[in-house]
């Protein structure tokens, strides 16, 4: 029988934990103290262990260097009511399992524990530290499902030293991630550096890469030390990797086998001990399969690829991005705007964020300039972000639905003969209900969508169905009469 050891002073979160785990065939041992947890954990030999980071005294962070020393095949998941991304990259970092927050979410604890006495315990996470962020795209926010598993393979990553392959839509915070990948790995002290080919001709981007002697090429009066050579002990990021030239390619692939570098114009090889993260906002596969993009060096880069998740699927955030975003256009300012309602999110929620973070803090600046003085929200906010009126549900060009358009319906099916008048009422009825509610809300999709008990899915697929004029509400034909037409038609 599975068992796991929980340690939390508090006596709500065992019993808790119990509930949740009665009746499963999983054993729940608990402890409020430390030491008492310590005891438990080396002579119950639990399959994980569950603790609280706050529980005193010989808690915190020491309790989980020794529990991982004590019952080192034991994954160690952690608990907590406070902290942020910090807490939860530094506790992966030291080799948490896994991360959860109080109130605990006994849905997502009970996959975490299936899941966790399958497997051995996760490689670590680094911690991140804010006051090495300067500006609004140098920190990681987020506390959403997305983010955590990104937090979980940033920690996996800056444990090793083999090369990263970061893929993810443009805007979606893939350098900062690399950044995030070297200041949390033991190359935290020494030099990032940056170089992009995009728009670089092939012998640009080499003497960026790998520099040039003295007489390499006409105009090279002096020697250049390249960013491969000067970033040694350290990381280069290269951006937009699906577009180096083949020349390029070939050479990176002499660094990844030999770790050294030959400059343009040189003859001897130089040692370059650095750690390449190359970013792409597109999958590598079909490249290579079309002869694009070298096999050799996709696999040098595969060996340890992260996703990073576009801002759509982790709309759990916009909140704290929102006001992450807000704070620094007002940190200097004693500005009165500093809270996002509800309504407003729910906008926002609406949008598909094709430019990601970038198009969000430009929308939050557009938001922050328009509505200086008494301009409402929704007036302030950009054009492709304007809630959809409830007038797309009438169709274009179409009058508002009336519930007095049953009679017609019936008097037109009487005519024909026939007809399936009843759906038709359904569907007139559907699309007015669905019309007014977006009357009662302004527009907002989200909102209606709750008050209708529906998902937005649904609701935007409707919308979408009656802006088409072919989907106006119409009783159907007689089926003899579509057959009539179908055998005319034939002819």
């Known amino acids: 029988m599975p068992r796991i050891l929980v340690i939390d002073e508090d006596r709500l979160v065992l019993q808790a934990v119990r509930q949740a785990f009665n009746k499963t065939g999983i054993q729940v041992v608990t402890a409020r103290t430390a030491s008492r947890g310590l005891t438990l954990a080396a002579e119950r030999h639990p399959d994980l262990i569950i603790y609280d980071l706050s529980i005193s005294p010989e808690g915190g962070w020491n309790l989980l260097d020794q529990l991982r020393v004590q019952n080192a095949g034991a994954p160690v998941v952690m608990i907590a009511a406070q902290g942020g991304n910090r807490t939860m990259i530094e506790a992966a970092r030291r080799g948490a399992y896994d991360f959860l927050w109080k109130p605990i979410d006994v849905v997502r604890l009970r996959e975490l524990v299936r899941g966790a ?30 983010m955590q598993a990104l937090y979980k393979e940033i920690g996996r990553a800056a444990q090793g030293d083999v090369a990263v392959l970061l893929i993810g839509e443009t805007g979606a915070g893939k350098s900062l991630t690399a950044r995030t990948i070297h200041r949390h ?27 040039y002697e003295r007489g390499a090429f006409v105009g090279a009066t002096a020697r250049r030390i390249g960013w491969l050579e000067r970033s040694s002990g350290g990381t280069l990021l290269l951006k937009q990797v699906e577009q180096l030239p083949p020349r390029v390619q070939g050479q990176l692939v002499g660094l990844f086998e030999e770790q050294t570098i030959r400059r343009i114009g040189g003859g001897s090889p130089v040692a370059a001990d650095v750690r390449i993260v190359a970013s792409t906002p597109r999958e590598l596969e079909p ?26 699927e982790r709309l759990a955030d916009l909140a704290e991005l929102v006001d992450h975003f807000w704070r620094r256009l007002t940190q200097h300012r004693n500005d009165g705007h500093s809270q996002f309602g509800q309504e407003l999110l729910d906008a926002l929620a609406e949008y598909r964020w094709p430019g990601n973070l970038w198009e969000l803090q430009s929308v939050v ?52 003969g026939g007809g399936d008048l009843y759906a038709a009422c359904v569907a007139l009825f559907d699309r007015y209900l669905c019309s007014r509610v977006l009357d009662h809300t302004g527009g907002n999709q989200s909102r209606a969508a709750r008050i209708l008990g529906m998902t937005r899915r649904s609701l935007r697929t409707k919308i979408r169905r009656w802006s088409e004029p072919a989907n106006d509400a119409r009783p159907a034909k007689p089926r003899h009469a579509a057959k009539k037409t179908a055998r005319r038609a034939s002819r």
């Open 117 to 146: 006495v399958a497997h051995a315990v996760a490689p670590s996470e680094p911690e991140i530290s804010r006051a090495d962020c300067v500006t609004a795209a140098e920190i990681l926010l987020g506390r959403s499902t997305a």
């Open 365 to 416: 600046y557009q938001i922050f300039r328009r509505s200086r003085g008494q301009t409402p929200w929704r007036e302030a906010l950009p054009e492709p972000l304007q809630p959809t009126r409830s007038a797309v549900v009438s169709g274009a060009g179409s009058p508002p639905v009336e519930l007095a358009s049953v009679d017609e319906l019936i008097s037109t099916a009487a005519q024909g």
């Open 287 to 312: 490249l290579v399969a079309a002869g694009r993009f070298r096999a050799d060096l996709y696999y040098h880069l595969e060996s340890f690829a992260i996703r990073v998740p576009p801002l759509r």
């Open 185 to 211: 790995g033991h190359r935290r002290q020494e030099r990032f550096a940056t170089v992009d080919p995009s728009g670089m001709t092939v012998e640009r981007l080499e003497h960026e890469l790998f520099g």
